[in-house]
């Protein structure tokens, strides 16, 4: 099994990545830390440990970390999430605190604590594991990996090139994709095909568990709104597709590449820059996934979700 800490801002798609990460046998989930992003960080933290609740799983500790990005305001996306960021399903009570600890140093101190390197997989702005890797560059080595979910190889969903998670803490990205940690970016032109249709959604409902009928509530409200914002009925579940890659490294096809994010555009902050073609002769730094097997993903995500409560 792989050791994981989830870093998040619970998010709809978020939740789904929750639950592949605590439900699917290969990954040892250690630790959960949230980030202001989708909805301001009061809600992330508690959503993340609603999603944790309805799962049954009560000993995964969950920290807050950044409230906004490193440079700039916070930008959210209540449109797509709704006010509390889980719209759609009656909320219940979280069965646990949050961590006294702040997510920074429950991160080091997982990373410490465990007997071999952790992967980290991030789903909202990578603020927290910027702020990690630049006031602990000693933890480096304990990082087995960094998966992000976030940018794209093409157009973007926030501004017309950047993708939202992107766009919100460029900064950050840069310095973690800078850092000389293993770096993954899983963007939206492989989560645009992890699309949650008709056929997806009586697949998790026949999965028959109350995270699944919760999760079915989750989807109904989220493809409503991607239908009114992006035209997009089958809304894409971007956040678990950053999972599932440390779940199977082959569900997604990758290449190691240049990958630079636009600190500085008058309309393309946050828009990430990858060299597929090769045209900047600079060294690759980062592997960007290009192609999802789409069944698999789906098999993987029903099966983790079968396994909790
Ligand atoms: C990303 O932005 C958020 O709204 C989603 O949770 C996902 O992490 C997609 O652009
Ligand atoms: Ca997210």
Request: proline share 7%; with cysteine; aromatic share 4%.
């Amino acid at each position: 099994t792989i050791p994981v800490i989830l870093d998040c801002d619970p998010g709809h798609d978020d939740v789904f990545g929750l639950w592949l990460a605590a439900g699917h046998p290969s990954l040892e989930l250690l630790a959960v830390t949230t980030v202001g992003g989708n909805v301001p960080l009061e809600h992330t933290s508690r959503n993340a440990r609603i999603a944790l609740t309805v799962a049954g799983v009560a000993d995964v500790p969950v920290a807050a970390g950044a409230a906004g990005p490193l440079a700039r305001p916070l930008e959210t996306a209540e449109w797509i999430h709704g006010e509390n960021g889980l719209g759609g399903p009656e909320l219940p009570e979280p069965a646990m605190d949050l961590d006294p600890r702040g997510a920074l140093e429950l991160m080091a101190d997982t990373l410490l604590g465990a007997d071999e390197p952790v992967a980290i997989v991030a789903t909202g702005p990578i603020t927290n594991v910027a702020m990690l890797l630049r006031d602990r560059p000693d933890l480096a080595d304990r990082i087995r990996e960094v998966v992000w979910m976030g940018g794209s190889t093409g157009r973007g969903n926030a501004t017309p090139y950047a993708e939202f998670n992107a766009l919100v803490d460029p900064e950050a990205l840069a310095i973690v994709i800078e850092s000389g940690v293993r770096f993954t970016m899983v963007g939206l032109n492989v989560t645009h095909t992890a699309l949650v249709t008709a056929a997806v959604r009586e697949r998790l409902a026949a999965v028959g568990t109350a995270t699944a009928a919760f999760g079915d509530e989750l989807l109904e409200f989220f493809c409503r709104t991607n239908a009114d914002v992006f035209g997009m009925p089958d809304g894409p579940l971007h956040d678990p597709v950053a999972v599932a890659v440390l779940v199977d490294p082959h569900v997604v096809t990758r290449v190691h590449t240049r990958l630079d994010v636009e600190l500085a555009g008058t309309e393309t902050a946050g828009a990430t820059s990858v060299d597929l073609d090769g045209m900047l002769r600079r060294e690759p730094n980062a592997w960007v996934a290009t192609a999802l097997d789409v069944d698999r993903f789906w098999d993987l995500l029903d099966d983790a979700i079968g396994r909790l409560a």
